[in-house]
């Protein structure tokens, strides 16, 4: 079985601890996690410490979809807006 997390950021910590606790679980992290192109440098810093914190569970895979919709202006964006968060840079 299968489980989708569609979480805030910040949430994040919480997520890992619910997904060590589900060792036979695969967790579904969609949207990498709602960053939002408007984030800070800092909070852009925090998400990706909480995504690395992810990443190190086996159990734990990352949907890459939804990421235009946080912080976009509809119909306005581009691969930079993205690379963020896809990348991770």
Not at 10 to 24: I, N, R, S
Not at 50 to 66: T, Y
Not at 71 to 82: F, H, I, S, V
Request: glycine fraction near 8%; proline fraction near 9%; charge should be positive.
């Amino acid at each position: 079985l299968s489980f989708d997390l569609c979480v805030r950021p910040a949430e994040l910590p919480d997520m890992a601890k619910l997904v060590d606790q589900c060792p036979g679980t695969r967790f579904i992290l969609d949207h990498c996690g709602n960053p939002s192109a408007k984030f800070s440098p800092r909070q852009w810093d925090q998400w990706r410490k909480d995504m690395a914190e992810m990443a190190r569970r086996p159990n734990v895979v990352c949907k890459v979809s939804g990421v235009v919709v946080n912080g976009t202006e509809k119909g306005k964006w581009g691969p930079a807006d993205l690379a963020p968060a896809v990348n991770g840079t």
